[in-house]
């Protein structure tokens, strides 16, 4: 008894002893927290039913009218889309309307509250603050840009062929008629900038209008003789001269030098070929034995005459220099080399009665013994002279506004495939647009310089940022009249209502997002459509400037032949 007892006694001081033990050990689970929704993620965008497959990527040619569709991971919490979902064409917001497709609240339907425009950068950004329904946020900002199509419409009523170009000569002229400086009536530079800066090679571009004005009787004989008058006698009296030269840019009131940069602050002789070329070509359409138009070939004269051409060999070297400076010197030193825009250069200074140069400077100078040709083939066509794909197109319109380069050779080039086949080349690129512009097309071409988006460039295939300038491929109906047309077509039809303006066409645009149309005319721009056109049509120009007896002489001094020569 006494045995059980203690077993008795001692099992329960054991139990109490480990129960109280393993009480005071006891650890409670850790709660396990609950798995948080997984967050919303954007899988697709689709427009009009099509899924982008990459919306990194500007999508181009969007109707006006689409509805885009989001597709997300998960169920949306509609009452967050209003403030996240953010439509903007450049800084303006676009109202769309929001809505669940059907009953489906993972994939939301934007329409736009009004149709958008055409041609037109638009930018859709989802953002952060978009909610699935279950509370998760979306894991980051999406976004899509797109622009939206052309219109095809017709902006102005068709009229025939041989009337359009009547209203595109027309209109371009008023940029010399209606724009020209009140008193010196030479051509300004750019209609979007200073009104005095007048420029020397551009108003040898618009006297050679002048003849065509007449010609379309777009003004009399008598008013074009009378604003000849005002010119000349300001470039004569007034204009201030190095040598005989003029500089790039003038003071339209005052005749004095409106500094290029600054070491170019007097002669700029390629500027002043263009001016002589177009002096010349108005002398010879004013041919009446009356007082007034004889004093006005005499005037004319008398600054061709005094132009010296052989000191910008500076110091006899076989090179015209481009630059002279009456503070500066010499310094700019850049010799005029081709091939290039400068052979009118050339030509004029071997034309001279007075300062001529010999066959020796063209050679060596700018033809450099050869070294200006090329001779390879680009999209089918060779080349004769230039830089591979040939250059901005005005390389072939410049010089060729007063020679007629059909049937013009010399030692290093038949004139006449070198100007038609480097626009073709120039054509061609733009239809095959290697680069994927949106907007190149057969009928939107022609690469050259001009205004670009905060700029000025020199655009060719060898250097091709984008932008169409529709005087490159108007500028070049003598060469390529079937292609030149159907871009003049596109470009006054089509979008007319966005490069069409007080003074013709505007310098430049681009359809890559985001779509920049220039609002400004240039006189080294405007000239050549009217010029070339009416070389096209007549030939007046190339026939006025080539009937120069001294221009014969200069041509054949250098080398040239021609049926004209």
């Not at 003598?478 to 310098?507: H, I, V």
């Amino acid at each position: 008894m006494i045995n059980s007892k203690f077993y008795i006694i001692a099992g329960a001081v054991l139990q109490l002893a480990f129960g109280a033990g393993c009480k005071k050990s006891k650890v409670e689970p850790t709660p396990v927290p609950p798995t948080p929704p997984a967050v919303l993620k954007l899988n697709s965008f689709e427009i009009n039913g099509q899924t982008v497959a990459r919306p990194d990527r500007v999508q181009y040619d969007v109707p006006v009218n689409s509805t885009i569709r989001l597709k997300f991971s998960k169920a949306v919490n509609y009452s967050t889309l209003a403030g996240n979902i953010r439509l903007q064409a450049y800084s303006t917001t676009v109202p769309v309307n929001i809505s669940f497709s059907g009953t489906d609240s993972s994939q939301v339907l934007l329409t736009p509250a009004s149709t958008l425009q055409h041609i037109y950068p638009y930018s859709l950004a989802v953002l952060s603050g978009t909610k699935a329904k279950d509370g998760s946020a979306i894991d980051k900002q999406y976004g899509l840009s797109f622009s939206t199509r052309i219109d095809s419409s017709n902006k102005f009523p068709v009229v025939s062929d041989s009337v359009l170009l009547d209203i595109v000569q027309q209109q371009t002229f008023k940029y010399f008629w209606d724009y020209g400086h009140p008193v010196s009536g030479l051509a300004r530079e750019r209609s979007n900038s200073g009104s005095e800066t007048v420029t020397s090679g551009g108003s040898g571009f618009g006297l050679m209008c002048i003849p065509a004005g007449i010609n379309r009787n777009f003004i009399t004989r008598s008013e074009g003789l009378q604003r000849m008058q005002t010119i000349v006698g300001f470039l004569k009296n007034t204009a201030q001269k190095f040598h005989g030269a003029f500089p790039h840019w003038l003071n339209g009131t005052t005749g004095t030098v409106i500094p290029f940069s600054t070491k170019d602050n007097g002669a700029d002789l390629v500027e002043t070929s263009y001016l002589i070329a177009g002096l010349l070509t108005t002398r010879q359409f004013f041919n009446g034995a009356d007082a007034i138009e004889t004093a006005l070939r005499s005037d004319i004269n008398s600054i061709v005459d005094n132009v010296e051409w052989d000191w910008f060999r500076n110091g006899g070297q076989n090179v015209l220099f481009w630059h002279w400076s009456p503070t500066y010197n010499w310094e700019m030193n850049l010799p005029i080399r081709g091939w290039n825009e400068c052979l009118i250069t050339y030509i004029m200074a071997a034309s001279s009665t007075t300062h001529s140069i010999p066959q020796a400077v063209y050679t060596n100078g700018f033809a450099r013994n050869g070294a200006m040709q090329n001779g390879a083939v680009y999209y089918g066509y060779n080349l004769p002279l230039g830089p591979a794909n040939g250059g901005p197109l005005f390389l072939s319109h410049y010089s060729f506004l007063g020679v007629n380069p059909n049937g013009l050779s010399d030692p290093y080039a038949n004139y006449q495939t070198q100007v038609v086949n480097h626009t073709k080349i120039n054509y061609e690129y733009c239809k095959a647009n290697p680069l994927g512009y949106f907007g190149y097309s057969n009928s939107s071409w022609g690469l050259t310089a001009s205004d670009v988006f905060n700029g000025y460039r020199a655009n060719s295939p060898s250097d091709d940022q984008g932008y169409i300038a529709p005087t490159a491929a108007l500028s070049s109906f003598p060469y390529t009249p079937a292609e030149s047309m159907n871009a003049l077509k596109f470009f006054y039809y089509t979008m007319g209502d966005k490069l069409w303006g007080a003074y013709g066409f505007k310098d430049a645009y681009t359809l890559n997002f985001p779509q920049w149309f220039a609002d400004s005319y240039l006189a080294i721009d405007q000239g050549p459509v009217v010029i070339m056109i009416e070389n096209y049509r007549t030939g007046l120009i190339w026939n006025l400037l080539t009937s120069c007896p001294e221009v014969k002489s200069g041509m054949r001094t250098l080398g040239f032949s021609a049926p004209y020569l």
